[in-house]
């Protein structure tokens, strides 16, 4: 494993601290340059937002992301900082494409979000949850209590939604957009080609130019 700087400076000062063998040294080095990776993804993807005049949308897409990959899951990247270059292109332009779409009717817009909904809810009873292969879900009562879990933020999404479509809010339409869309991007992470399109991303081989020409 490839560890940041910062992360092995945390994780051996917390484990002298502590006590820590070297294993769970090494573990600890782990989750801190996840959780360093994720805040700096998290950071990028509400500044390309923001300069793409959709940080609230940004914001939408992220929360809603947020809360389905904690309990429908979804396919993953074998490298952390990939998954992140995922996170930070995808939802702002996911936004971007609210931002678009909110320009439509009503009668429009209600179509594209029942219609995102249903391919949501299809999805989560279909395959809900999709675990990763390095941490798989073995336990069925976990199972279930994660598919329970992602059908009620489906439904806390709907009523977000019913309220939206009444709210005066100058951005609703924006983000009401953006809440369907982000749940059409799950359901894609939830069936076979969202883990076809990792895998492609997992496999893309990222080499200096001047070492493919030696």
Same mark, same amino acid.
């Given at each position: 494993?490839?560890?940041?700087?910062?992360?092995?400076?945390?994780?051996?000062?917390?484990?002298?601290?502590?006590?820590?063998?070297?294993?769970?040294?090494? %573990?600890?080095?782990?989750?801190?340059?996840?959780?360093?990776?994720?805040?700096?993804?998290?950071?990028?993807?509400?500044?390309?937002?923001?300069?793409?005049?959709?940080?609230?949308?940004?914001?939408?897409?992220?929360?809603?992301?947020?809360? =389905?990959?904690?309990?429908?899951?979804?396919?993953?990247?074998?490298?952390?900082?990939?998954?992140?270059?995922?996170?930070?292109?995808?939802?702002?332009?996911?936004?971007?494409?609210?931002?678009?779409?909110? =320009?439509?009717?009503?009668?429009? %817009?209600?179509?594209?979000?029942?219609?995102?909904?249903?391919?949501?809810?299809?999805?989560?009873?279909?395959?809900?949850?999709?675990?990763?292969?390095?941490?798989?879900?073995?336990?069925?009562?976990?199972?279930?209590?994660?598919?329970?879990?992602?059908?009620?933020?489906?439904?806390?999404?709907?009523?977000?939604?019913?309220?939206?479509?009444?709210?005066?809010?100058?951005?609703?339409?924006?983000?009401?957009?953006?809440?369907?869309?982000?749940?059409?991007?799950?359901?894609?992470?939830?069936?076979?080609?969202?883990?076809?399109?990792?895998?492609?991303?997992?496999?893309?081989?990222?080499?200096?130019?001047? =070492?493919?020409?030696?």
């Amino acid at each position: 494993m490839s560890y940041l700087p910062i992360s092995k400076r945390c994780a051996a000062f917390l484990a002298t601290r502590t006590g820590l063998a070297q294993e769970k040294e090494i %573990i600890l080095s782990y989750v801190i340059e996840v959780l360093v990776i994720n805040l700096l993804n998290i950071c990028l993807a509400l500044l390309l937002g923001f300069f793409l005049g959709v940080l609230p949308g940004t914001v939408a897409c992220l929360v809603t992301a947020f809360f =389905f990959r904690h309990t429908a899951g979804g396919a993953h990247s074998n490298s952390p900082w990939r998954c992140g270059l995922v996170t930070v292109t995808v939802f702002p332009l996911i936004a971007l494409l609210g931002l678009h779409l909110s =320009f439509l009717s009503q009668s429009y %817009i209600d179509t594209i979000s029942a219609a995102c909904v249903l391919m949501g809810l299809v999805k989560i009873l279909q395959s809900a949850p999709v675990d990763n292969p390095a941490a798989p879900i073995i336990s069925p009562l976990r199972r279930k209590k994660l598919k329970t879990g992602s059908l009620i933020v489906l439904l806390v999404l709907v009523l977000v939604l019913i309220f939206l479509r009444q709210s005066p809010w100058p951005y609703a339409q924006q983000v009401s957009l953006c809440l369907a869309l982000s749940v059409l991007w799950i359901s894609l992470m939830l069936s076979s080609y969202g883990h076809r399109i990792m895998a492609w991303i997992d496999g893309i081989s990222i080499k200096k130019e001047r =070492f493919e020409r030696r």
